[in-house]
């Protein structure tokens, strides 16, 4: 157990839907990425936040935005989805930026 | 972007062998880390080594880090069934936030 979890675990939904990930880091933690794992991209950084800010972002589309709250949790929120953006997300977390990161189990998302 | 690439793409040894992935990179980087994945969960932080780091043990997991080559090996000795899993190497490129950039990971299947 790396003490990330997300929820929900599993996700089903309708192309054109709107869905909320939510992950809370490992306590003490102050950076959060999000990744997405598909079988044709493999794993992809979509974004990392560092207490609170927006620290940096990757190959995250403009449906797709996420935020972190003064509690450090955060949300990825997936808009106007579609069949492609069925995949598996996942959290991690690090002290700091640099540091090894602990990923939690992972979101499954299947857009139907 | 893909920045590492792993090789081999799959490897299946008996339990008891050794086990060695290599994995290639093309820009600079603040470190290296190796990651495992048991199907469809979470990543599994295994080991980070740093750019100015050569080897780095961990338990039956040795790493090694060729800078001027723009390559690194993970090694598993005397492994076991329960090391099947994929493996994956990411690395936080230079200049970055401390975002991963994975490779497409090497399967590894151990049989008893």
């Known amino acids: 157990d790396s003490g990330v979890t997300q929820t929900p675990k599993h996700l089903i939904t309708a192309t054109g839907q709107r869905v909320t990930l939510r992950c809370s880091p490992r306590?003490?933690?102050?950076?959060v990425y999000w990744y997405q794992q598909s079988l044709d991209q493999g794993l992809q950084f979509l974004i990392q936040?560092?207490?609170?800010?927006?620290?940096a972002k990757g190959n995250i589309l403009e449906r797709f935005s996420a935020q972190q709250f003064p509690d450090l949790h955060s949300e990825l929120n997936l808009s106007s989805l579609e069949l492609g953006d069925s995949a598996l997300y996942f959290c991690?977390?690090?002290?700091?930026?640099?540091?090894?990161?602990?990923f939690g189990p992972g979101t499954r998302l299947t857009v139907t | 972007s893909q920045q590492g690439e792993e090789d081999p793409q799959a490897l299946s040894i008996q339990e008891g062998e050794n086990a060695t992935m290599n994995c290639s990179y093309k820009?600079?980087?603040?470190?290296l880390q190796w990651y495992r994945q048991n199907s469809g969960r979470g990543l599994v932080h295994l080991i980070l080594?740093?750019?100015?780091?050569r080897e780095k043990h961990s338990g039956r997991l040795r790493v090694t880090l060729d800078t001027s080559k723009k390559s690194s090996s993970l090694l598993i000795t005397a492994s076991r069934a329960a090391d099947t899993a994929s493996y994956f190497c990411?690395?936080?490129?230079?200049?970055?936030?401390?975002?991963?950039?994975f490779g497409k990971g090497t399967k590894l299947s151990v049989k008893p």
């Open positions: 991690a977390s690090s002290v700091i930026p640099f540091h090894e990161q602990y």
């Open positions: 990411a690395t936080e490129e230079g200049g970055s936030q401390g975002n991963l950039i």
């Open positions: 306590s003490g933690d102050l950076s």
């Open positions: 936040y560092y207490n609170g800010e927006e620290r």
């Open positions: 820009t600079s980087i603040n470190n």
């Open positions: 080594i740093r750019s100015n780091e």
